[in-house]
């Protein structure tokens, strides 16, 4: 009984010390800038072992900073019911478990939030234990954030290209000027790549991207020109 007792002590310490460094780490990051995630040290690990410059391109951006057109077209291609849910989207989720139960394709349902979460606190992977603690840190995140953070961050941490992170790497990589200057067509090449951003490319986009793009492009129109991250005023169809 004494060893059960103790093991038991023990696993409630480290319980609760992580719920303490974890929702003190995230309410960090609602004020501080995020200049490195996990997954720029993994990427950059990868090339040094592969024998490839260990870098990458980042530069963070306040909001305010970052084209409108881009903040819409990610919302349009990741995650419409972004300003709407409470970090689950558990819609899109059902949809994308019958749709990998049919193909070969496996599609994500995660929403911005729960991507946030991964590119800032965990690693890539999709095993139970990861999601688990992107569950936990998504309802952090939630709680802790309002949606106009969430927002810059994911758009300040997200890869947008091989070794490029956020959006004004990515507007300077793929167009050769600042994120806050990205036109909607430009926007929405970006925002086309993010399923697979090592691969994919922004411009020139390849067949599969120009369509992409252009779907991206039309849900954008739909929802007008401007994002309101007041969810009471905002006016959207899609």
């Known amino acids: 009984m004494f060893i059960i ?25 609602r004020f501080v800038p995020v200049y490195i995630t996990p997954l720029m040290i993994i990427r950059a690990v ?12 980042h530069e963070w951006k306040n909001l305010e900073d970052i084209s409108e057109n881009l903040q819409l077209a990610v919302v349009c291609s990741e995650d419409q019911n972004f300003l709407e849910h409470n970090g689950f989207d558990w819609e899109a989720m059902k949809k994308a478990f019958k749709k990998n139960k049919k193909g070969k394709r496996i599609i994500g349902g995660s929403t911005i939030t729960q991507q946030t979460a991964k590119n800032v606190f965990l690693w890539p992977g999709r095993n139970y234990f990861r999601k688990a603690l992107e569950a936990w840190f998504t309802l952090l995140i939630e709680l802790l954030w309002p949606k106009e953070r969430i927002m810059e961050v994911y758009l300040n941490s997200i890869e947008m290209g091989h070794n490029i992170y956020g959006a004004e790497a990515a507007a300077q990589y793929w167009f050769g000027k600042s994120c806050r200057k990205l036109s909607k067509d430009e926007a929405a090449a970006i925002a086309s790549i993010l399923p697979n951003p090592r691969v994919w490319k922004a411009n020139p986009p390849s067949p599969y991207v120009m369509k992409r793009k252009l779907w991206i492009k039309k849900q954008m129109a739909l929802w007008g020109n401007k994002i309101n991250y007041d969810i009471n005023e905002i006016d959207h169809d899609h």
Request: glycine content about 8%; hydrophobic content about 55%; aromatic content about 22%.
């Open 5 to 29: 007792r103790l093991i038991f002590r023990i696993l409630l310490k480290v319980f609760l010390w992580f719920v303490i460094l974890s929702a003190g780490g995230v309410l960090w990051y």
């Open 46 to 57: 990868e090339n040094a072992t592969d024998g490839k410059p260990w870098k990458w391109k």
